[in-house]
């Protein structure tokens, strides 16, 4: 309990960082970006190849930067969180053509498993679970360099007012040392992970009373996400 709540601290902490300074990161990054874009279409007039490939980095490295100050965003509170009923068929379908795009890259196929509560309404903020299901996803995807299957599922426990919602990969799988410390921000095992997406959708669960867990071994990994039934 003690670490679950330094957790919060932290997160909270990086939260107000973010909504402080996120704007005056991003202005002045917009600027750059504009200029560089001007620069890299003179070298290219001019046949200065090797020097305008290096503008093309700094873009690169820019638009990280953006995607790192969107992530810290996206954990500053206070949130507007709104809550209604949710259908978990219709944000799978919402986030597919999103998903697919990704999968292809890496030789992933992705199969929604149909079954009799597939159909299921939960209580959530759609938004707010859809950003759940992509990060997760990416994350499964990310871990199949090799291609392989991502699965997503549906199913409700018994005697529980709780549905279970599964993203499954066939991937490269977790440790227990690994899996201690995928939950902390910032930590990242990609070359260009922001170490971030887990804890965003932890954060996520919380306000929305929902639950994540992990189970993994050596030919994949599977995340629960647990969220409230509705009628
Ligand atoms: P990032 O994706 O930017 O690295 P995340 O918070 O999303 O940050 O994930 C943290 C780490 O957890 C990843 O770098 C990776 O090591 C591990 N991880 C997350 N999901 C999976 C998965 N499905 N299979 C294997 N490892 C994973
Ligand atoms: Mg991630």
Same mark, same amino acid.
């Given at each position: 309990?003690?670490?679950?709540?330094?957790?919060?601290?932290?997160?909270?902490?990086?939260?107000?960082?973010?909504?402080?300074?996120?704007?005056?990161?991003?202005?002045?990054?917009?600027?750059?970006?504009?200029?560089?874009?001007?620069?890299?279409?003179?070298?290219?007039? !001019?046949?200065?190849?090797?020097?305008?490939?290096?503008?093309?980095?700094?873009?690169?490295?820019?638009?990280?930067? !953006?995607?790192?100050?969107?992530? =810290?965003?996206?954990?500053?509170?206070?949130?507007?969180?709104?809550?209604?009923?949710?259908?978990?068929?219709?944000?799978?379908?919402?986030?597919?053509?999103?998903?697919?795009?990704?999968?292809?890259?890496?030789?992933?196929?992705?199969?929604?498993?149909? !079954?009799?509560?597939?159909?299921?309404?939960?209580?959530?903020?759609?938004?707010?679970?859809?950003?759940? =299901?992509?990060?997760?996803?990416? !994350?499964?995807?990310?871990?199949?360099?090799?291609?392989?299957?991502?699965?997503?599922?549906?199913?409700?426990?018994?005697?529980?007012?709780?549905?279970?919602?599964?993203?499954?990969?066939?991937?490269?799988?977790?440790?227990?040392?690994?899996?201690?410390?995928?939950?902390?921000? =910032?930590?990242?095992?990609?070359?260009?992970?922001?170490?971030?997406?887990?804890?965003?959708?932890?954060?996520?669960?919380?306000?929305?009373?929902?639950?994540?867990?992990?189970?993994?071994?050596?030919?994949?990994?599977?995340?629960?996400?647990?969220?409230?039934?509705?009628?």
């Amino acid at each position: 309990l003690e670490q679950q709540v330094r957790h919060k601290d932290g997160l909270a902490t990086i939260g107000q960082m973010a909504a402080g300074t996120a704007h005056e990161i991003r202005n002045p990054l917009t600027a750059i970006k504009g200029f560089l874009q001007v620069i890299g279409h003179k070298l290219q007039d !001019n046949g200065l190849y090797k020097e305008q490939s290096y503008i093309e980095v700094m873009q690169k490295e820019i638009d990280r930067i !953006n995607q790192l100050v969107r992530e =810290f965003l996206l954990l500053s509170k206070p949130r507007d969180i709104r809550v209604c009923t949710v259908g978990v068929e219709d944000l799978f379908a919402e986030i597919l053509p999103i998903i697919e795009n990704e999968a292809l890259l890496y030789n992933v196929s992705v199969l929604i498993e149909k !079954n009799h509560e597939a159909g299921v309404n939960v209580v959530a903020d759609g938004e707010l679970l859809k950003q759940v =299901f992509l990060n997760l996803c990416k !994350n499964a995807i990310e871990a199949m360099s090799d291609g392989g299957t991502l699965v997503l599922r549906t199913h409700q426990l018994n005697d529980e007012q709780k549905i279970v919602v599964e993203i499954e990969d066939t991937g490269v799988g977790m440790d227990d040392a690994l899996i201690a410390q995928i939950f902390d921000p =910032f930590f990242t095992t990609k070359e260009n992970g922001t170490g971030l997406g887990l804890p965003i959708c932890r954060q996520i669960l919380t306000e929305i009373g929902g639950e994540i867990q992990v189970f993994s071994h050596e030919t994949g990994s599977v995340f629960q996400v647990h969220l409230p039934l509705a009628y």
